[in-house]
């Protein structure tokens, strides 16, 4: 899948948004691993690979408070739009006007996107699950400052 276009909000004269920065899905603990892991192995983004896998539900109910089964297996309150059914792009729309990015750090969908999208639109919604707590005043900039730290190591080391 191409990349999507710049996340909402973002500025390229380097001049910080007015709105409030999204959480990511991918520094939430455990799924940079898996995505990780996700890269090594393929199969692992595969539906059908979640019991070869037992790691995503671990991470799943440490997160969310349920796994991808329960998730599906919760009845959705009237008037439910099916979102967690629409294809990636729209999801990621979707995700992004809810707070979150739940894209890698080249726009694309994370590789283990399918394996998490519901539990994380119930708990959205309130529907069911949590959302992980983030200590209060914890915007990301330490996971932002040390990505930041990466490109210019990767960008040093490309440019001698």
Do not use: C, Y
Not at 25 to 43: C, F, S, V
Not at 80 to 96: C, S, T
Not at 138 to 157: P, T, V
């Amino acid at each position: 899948m191409p990349p999507l276009e710049p996340r909402a909000g973002a500025a390229d004269d380097g001049a910080m948004s007015a709105t409030a920065p999204l959480r990511r899905l991918i520094d939430l603990p455990g799924l940079r691993d898996l995505e990780h892991k996700a890269l090594m192995t393929p199969r692992m983004a595969d539906l059908d690979a979640r019991p070869d896998f037992p790691e995503l539900d671990a991470v799943s109910r440490a997160l969310f408070g349920l796994t991808a089964d329960e998730a599906d297996a919760v009845p959705r309150p009237d008037g439910w739009d099916r979102i967690d059914l629409k294809p990636d792009r729209d999801q990621v729309a979707a995700f992004e006007a809810a707070g979150w990015d739940v894209t890698d750090d080249r726009r694309r969908p994370l590789r283990l996107f399918a394996h998490f999208n519901v539990q994380l639109w119930l708990a959205v919604r309130g529907v069911a699950g949590t959302l992980p707590f983030v200590p209060e005043g914890d915007d990301g900039e330490a996971a932002a400052m040390a990505r930041l730290a990466a490109e210019a190591a990767r960008f040093r080391k490309n440019n001698r």
